[in-house]
């Protein structure tokens, strides 16, 4: 199946603009997720990061925060691997 992958861009804290290719999104538990991935560096290395919406109803924007806790880490990279099945995670 070809991709058209989407791009996204956050502020970070210090109002830095990052970009991100988003690969893939999934809902579990009621939180959505995102799979998304770094541009590529001078090697043509890009890193892969799950992104968690931290986001309140109250938000008027959405609010991510990278996946960091190894127990949720592994249970949403389980559902990306699944719906990726071509493309190797972690």
């Known amino acids: 199946m070809d991709r058209k992958q989407e791009e996204i861009v956050f502020i970070t804290d210090l109002g830095e603009e990052v970009a991100f290719q ?48 190894e127990r949720e880490l592994e249970n949403v990279a389980g559902i990306f691997r699944e719906l990726l099945d071509d493309i190797e995670l972690i």
């Open 22 to 69: 988003v690969i893939e999104q999934t809902r579990l538990g009621g939180v959505n997720y995102l799979l998304v991935s770094t541009p590529e560096d001078e090697d043509g290395e890009a890193q892969a990061i799950i992104l968690k919406d931290i986001s309140k109803d109250t938000d008027i924007e959405a609010i991510y925060d990278i996946v960091e806790d």
